[in-house]
């Protein structure tokens, strides 16, 4: 929803519309990481989408509720080390995300495993192995 401008003043900039008018408030809630989650026999597989993260920038634990928090603190600083200038325009971008996810009952919290390659930290959560049951028991008569 834009807020409606009734008077318009030649003085005052316009940047206000452009800015209400840009992208930019739709990308401001925008900045999850896109999460993928698939599963087989032997586990569920966690991917999320974080280009240019370094490992040293994210945590992958389980808390004492057995929730799944995955956490990226990513901080970029374009910068140059010219030291006959100044600078005219430097740019910033710090993100941070951080999420809960409830496990299901039959992950082994004591084998999941994480990586980041390619861009995407991968979050391994291998299922525990079902005891096997016999089908028949006998049953004692007192």
């Known amino acids: 929803m834009k807020p409606v401008m009734y008077h318009r003043n030649s003085w005052f900039p ?9 992208d930019f408030m739709n990308s401001m809630s925008n900045t999850a990481p896109s999460v993928n ?18 490992k040293e920038y994210c945590r992958v634990n389980v808390d004492a509720d057995h929730n799944l928090c ?5 901080k970029f ?12 325009r430097r740019e910033f971008s710090y993100t941070n995300y951080e999420q809960k996810y409830t496990l299901p009952d039959d992950v082994d919290e004591e084998a999941i495993s994480a990586k980041v390659e390619d861009g995407i930290l991968t979050i391994e959560l291998p299922k525990t192995k079902k ?3 016999p089908n028949h028991r006998q049953i004692a008569i007192q």
């Not at 995955?70 to 990513?74: D, G, L, R, S, Y």
């Open 77 to 88: 600083e374009h910068k140059e080390d010219d030291k006959h200038s100044h600078y005219l």
């Open 70 to 74: 995955v956490a990226i603190e990513n």
């Open 131 to 133: 005891e096997e049951k």
């Open 37 to 54: 989650v698939k599963e087989n026999t032997h586990a569920y597989v966690v991917e999320l989408a974080a280009p240019g993260i370094k």
């Open 14 to 22: 316009t940047v206000f519309d452009e800015f209400l008018d840009s």
